[in-house]
């Protein structure tokens, strides 16, 4: 059967093959082929914790018929008579009949511990899950969170760069790949037809969002000063000193936090919480924004209407 190749060569049927570039003869390896012994191991440790829950509750009971031994016919239908009055159909109890010449021949259980779940099994199912998320290339805050924020960022922005990074360095690849292979064939249909994937919308509300982000620091940058605008006081040595101090403190930290604590509680109004960042520790609007993030929806609603309502 001929390969598809770009062109048509009027054939009744024709394979096109979409891959990702590889050394292999004939498919690349998947991503995530260094994770399947994790997940083998995962596996077995599902089954060694659901042995130990059958074996750790259950209970064994022995009953036993010292008035001789029948044969086994009979043997096995009695048993199976006692079980359904004991046991039933959904029991955890295992009862085990015995019939015996006397009673000194009848049957002895010893009871076992099974043993208990140590840390060893905790350490690789915990190392199972890391090296699982790793093979599949994904940031593991997408799946377990944050757990060392740094107090200037919340855990929102990381997961927030984490699904960026995501969708640039694995997922944005794999759809080139796949929209070059299927153009071949759009291109011999129609060629004015342009493929692209639709982006998830919390991917597009991401890129929007930093896309804004940016484009508010530039123009926070590029601003220019007002003639009308009353100077700026340079900020002598002493203060500078007092600020940069502030800042590396722990009580430093500590104040910061509560600012953004205070923002967004709604206690405190965005611009008063940048002019608190200005005066107290010395931070430029620049900085200060990209310490509280952007405006709130409601805040910027507010700005538009009272410029419209100025105007």
Not at 284 to 304: C, F, H, I, Q, Y
């Amino acid at each position: 059967m001929p390969l598809f190749t770009g062109n048509y060569k009027d054939e009744n049927l024709e394979i096109l093959v979409v891959k990702r570039p590889t050394n292999k003869e004939y498919f690349p390896v998947p991503d995530y082929l260094a994770g399947v012994p994790w997940a083998t191991v995962e596996g077995q440790l599902a089954n060694a914790a659901k042995q130990h829950f059958i074996n750790a509750m259950s209970v064994l009971t022995v009953i036993n018929y010292n008035n001789g031994r029948v044969d086994d016919e009979v043997g096995i239908l009695q048993a199976e008579k006692v079980r359904d009055k004991v046991v039933g159909t959904h029991n955890q109890s295992a009862v085990l009949v015995s019939f015996n010449e006397g009673a000194e021949e009848g049957t002895t259980v010893d009871q076992l511990s099974p043993p208990e779940l140590n840390q060893q099994n905790v350490f690789y199912s915990e190392e199972a899950e890391r090296k699982l998320i790793i093979a599949h290339s994904a940031p593991p805050i997408l799946f377990a969170g944050s757990t060392g924020g740094n107090g200037f960022s919340s855990n929102a922005d990381e997961i927030a760069t984490a699904t960026r990074g995501l969708f640039r360095r694995h997922i944005n690849p794999m759809r080139t790949v796949i929209i070059n292979g299927l153009d071949k064939i759009f291109n011999v249909i129609d060629s004015t037809i342009d493929l692209d994937f639709e982006d998830f919308k919390e991917e597009t509300a991401l890129e929007n969002t930093n896309n804004s982000s940016k484009s508010k620091d530039l123009s926070l940058i590029d601003e220019p000063v007002e003639t009308d605008s009353e100077p700026v006081k340079p900020v002598d040595e002493a203060t500078k000193q007092a600020q940069a101090q502030l800042k590396g403190s722990v009580g430093g930290v500590q104040s910061l936090l509560e600012i953004q604590a205070s923002y967004v509680a709604g206690a405190t109004s965005y611009e008063s919480a940048i002019a608190i960042l200005d005066l107290i520790f010395g931070f430029s609007r620049v900085e200060a924004v990209r310490l509280l993030g952007d405006p709130k929806p409601a805040e910027n609603n507010d700005t538009s209407n009272t410029t419209i309502q100025n105007g």
